[in-house]
Nanobody
Framework: QVQLVESGGGLVQAGGSLRLSCAVS??????MGWFRQAPGKEREFVAA????????VYADSMKGRFTISRDSAKNTVYLQMDSLKPEDTAVYCC?????????????????WGQGTQVTVSS
């Protein structure tokens, strides 16, 4: 059974940092992504990483503030979020796909976690 379990969300003040984790089990994937969805808004791509070679892709608005990484030994993907802003408030979900190329499109991911809430106060 495939499971993607996120953790690390919470409440933080603007300018603060959080690190999200996504633990993967059940099968091997080659690309992992993070997406977010704020109330009343569409799901938005955040970042993606290739398990094999660590290639990363970021949404333009997250470049320089967010860092995606993976620990193959732990089957875990991380999202380090720095310089957080109130507009970063959302539910953050990790997603997995088999192809090796990181994708920015949510419909190209096959499995999703339940999400973790991130709230940034001003």
């Amino acid at each position: 059974q495939v499971q993607l379990v996120e953790s690390g969300g919470g409440l933080v003040q603007a300018g603060g940092s959080l690190r999200l984790s996504c633990a993967v089990s059940g099968r091997t994937f080659y690309t992992m992504g993070w997406f977010r969805q704020a109330p009343g808004k569409e799901r938005e791509f955040v970042a993606a990483i290739s398990w094999a070679d660590g290639r990363t892709v970021y949404a333009d608005s997250m470049k320089g503030r967010f860092t995606i990484s993976r620990d193959s030994a732990k089957n875990t993907v991380y999202l380090q979020m720095d310089s957080l802003k109130p507009e970063d408030t959302a539910v953050y979900c990790c997603a997995a796909r088999t192809p090796v190329n990181p994708s920015t499109r949510g419909n190209e991911y096959d499995y999703w976690g339940q999400g973790t809430q991130v709230t940034v106060s001003s």
